[in-house]
Every structure is written in structure tokens, then in C-alpha cells.
């Protein structure tokens, strides 16, 4: 089975400062990344997918197939960056196609200080 | 992109009743997720919702607690039945993505409170 870890539970920056979340993924096959965020009162929505491999609120996470990683990375941190992270891995079913199983990190609490 | 909306948006129950909850799509897509997320917790799916079919249930999740209904292409309910404090979380819909990479969507979620 499939699993997503994310061993920071909580990470403090002060703005400007590069943030790295971590994320380490099992999966035996080729998996779909992605990184949704949740800022406060908002719902939950997608940040980065490791295929379009573009920055996103300057943010940017490189797939490490060696390494099973999907860090998400910024080099220079915002208040408005802070939020809960969470690090995703979906499945392709045996026809190719994936339906949105999520299997999901613990998640980490990013607070940037001013 | 999808527009999901759910009610009731929080509810307090009482040990041993149940709670419906409603996710309503602004189109129509084939998959439906409904995840829980506990508190200080991840998010876990619990099944998964195909229109016209019964909905497939994740390890540690059964029908007859967690029973789903999913009558057209736009709209499913959760009923979280027999209530018990453990069942306070905050219950999530999503929709499947049509292709592989696609974004999936969610729902605002329901907070749920079991006293």
C-alpha cells in the first residue's frame, strides 16, 4: 500500500527566509504528486503537481524518484504563505487512468513570523 | 473546474443519533469521494461514490455506519449513523479527476461535533 510521510509536523520561518516542507512517499509503481494547502477558513485546494513542474506562488517541488521525496521549496517566504501543507499521492488503477484516490501526508502547519 | 458545496457547513449531535450530509457539484462528474479528517489528523478516504453503483468502502470504513447515496451525477450524501464522540471530524467531498494529473476539488467540509 501507499503512504505519504511528512515529519515536520509543525515549521516557523521568519519572512524572507527559504522554507523547505518535506514530503517522502512509498509506492512501489509511478505515482502522481501533488501539494494542496489550506489556508485558514478556506477550503482545501491544489498548490503543485509534480508533472506541470511550474512555481506556484513561488513555490516549487521536484519529484526525487531515487529518493521517494516531493520537498516543496520557496526561497524566500510570506506571511501570506503561512497555512497547512499537505503532501498527496494518488494511484493509477490498473487501466492508467487515476479517480482521485488521495492518500494524504499528516500535513505541516507552516506559520511565517514577521 | 468544479464548484462543490455541502451542508449542513457544522452541526453538535447527540451520541447515538445520525447526521446526513449533503454534497451538491456544479457538474456532473462520475467520482465522488467523501474523506474525514480527526482532529490533529490527516485526511482518510472512506469510500468512494459511483453514480448508479454502491460505493466502495476503504479499510476500517462499513456500509452500515457510513452509508452513501449518490442518485445523479451532481449530488451525494454521507449519513454518519450511531454517532459516538469518535466520529467528530470534519467530513470532506471531493470529485474525481477526469484525467490522469487533473486537479480533484473539495467541498468547504462539515464539521461535526459528537457530545
Known amino acids: 500500500a501507499q503512504r505519504v510521510t511528512q515529519p515536520e509536523k509543525l515549521l516557523s520561518v521568519f519572512k524572507g527566509a527559504p522554507v523547505e516542507l518535506k514530503c517522502n512517499y512509498s509506492y512501489s509503481g509511478s505515482p502522481e504528486l501533488f501539494w494542496y494547502v489550506q489556508y485558514s477558513r478556506q477550503r482545501l485546494q491544489l498548490l503543485l503537481r509534480h508533472i506541470s513542474r511550474e512555481s506556484i506562488k513561488g513555490f516549487t517541488a521536484d519529484l526525487n524518484k531515487g529518493e521517494t521525496s516531493f520537498h516543496l521549496k520557496k526561497p524566500f517566504a510570506q506571511e501570506e504563505d503561512s497555512a497547512m501543507y499537505y503532501c498527496a499521492l494518488r494511484v493509477s488503477n490498473a487501466g492508467g487512468t487515476s479517480y482521485g484516490k488521495l492518500t494524504f501526508g499528516q500535513g505541516t502547519i507552516l506559520t511565517v513570523h514577521p | 473546474s468544479a464548484v462543490i458545496s455541502q451542508k449542513p457547513s457544522r452541526d453538535i449531535c447527540q451520541r447515538g443519533t445520525s447526521l446526513t450530509i449533503q454534497c451538491q457539484v456544479d457538474?456532473?462528474?462520475?467520482?465522488m469521494f467523501w474523506y474525514r479528517q480527526q482532529p490533529g489528523q490527516s485526511l482518510t478516504l472512506i469510500a468512494t461514490?459511483?453514480?448508479?453503483?454502491?460505493?466502495?468502502?476503504e479499510s476500517g470504513f462499513v456500509i452500515d455506519k457510513f452509508p452513501i447515496s449518490r442518485p445523479n451525477l451532481t449530488f451525494s450524501t454521507l449519513t454518519v449513523s450511531n454517532m459516538s464522540p469518535e466520529d467528530s471530524s470534519i467530513y470532506l467531498c471531493s470529485v474525481g479527476a477526469k484525467f490522469t494529473y487533473n486537479e480533484q476539488f473539495f467541498g468547504p467540509g462539515t464539521r461535526l461535533t459528537v457530545l
Open positions: 457538474s456532473q462528474v462520475t467520482m
Open positions: 461514490a459511483n453514480q448508479g453503483s454502491e460505493a466502495t468502502y
